[in-house]
């Protein structure tokens, strides 16, 4: 397969990451060896890899349609960010191209349901009666409402609609 670097998507990665460290990345591998989910998947979950391809600015490398595995894998449990010699903010990167990710429509149909559900309605999961006979049952106060509409203006300031192209009701 023939990879063909992407300077637009190179120049999104470098120049947003802090302080440029980036560009001191040796390829020690030392990120991959202290990734658990690297460890549980045989490598098939790859940071320094995804480091690889910011820098050379090879999408293919980082995003992967065929596979969405390669950034959504990472748990950011910074260990990596942790152990890298270079103080290298992994996550950091990993962040940003999740975020490409949703914007072209790759990401994991799991993913993008869940922050539609926090969106519409403040939380991951929302409150269904099941759950509150069941608290009731073992002499739980009702689940405490949360401002949906401080959160939704919130969400909307970091451009999460927009990223997930969700249409407001009334606006459909
Ligand atoms: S640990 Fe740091 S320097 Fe080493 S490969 Fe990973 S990102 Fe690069
Ligand atoms: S933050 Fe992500 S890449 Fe780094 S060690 Fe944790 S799961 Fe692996």
Known sequence: MTFVP???FKKKLLDVHLEDKIKYCYQCDR????CPVA??????YNPRTIIM???????????GAEDNF?????????TCDEKCPNDIELT?????????SVQQGTAPEYYTMQAKTILENGKAIPSQSAIER??????????????????????KQTELDKKLKYKWVEEQ
Not at 92 to 100: D, G, P, Y
Request: charged fraction near 20%; include cysteine; hydrophobic fraction near 40%.
């Open 6 to 8: 992407n300077v637009e």
């Open 31 to 34: 990120c991959t060896s202290v």
């Open 53 to 63: 391809g910011a820098m050379l600015g090879l999408p293919q490398l980082v995003l």
């Open 92 to 100: 950091e990167i990993f962040n940003l191209v999740k975020n490409i």
């Open 39 to 44: 460890e549980a998947t045989n490598n098939r």
């Open 70 to 78: 390669k950034i959504w894998g990472c748990q950011v449990c910074d």
């Open 134 to 155: 069941r608290r009731k049952k073992y002499g739980l106060p009702p689940v405490p409402k949360c401002n949906v509409d401080e959160i939704q203006n919130i969400l």
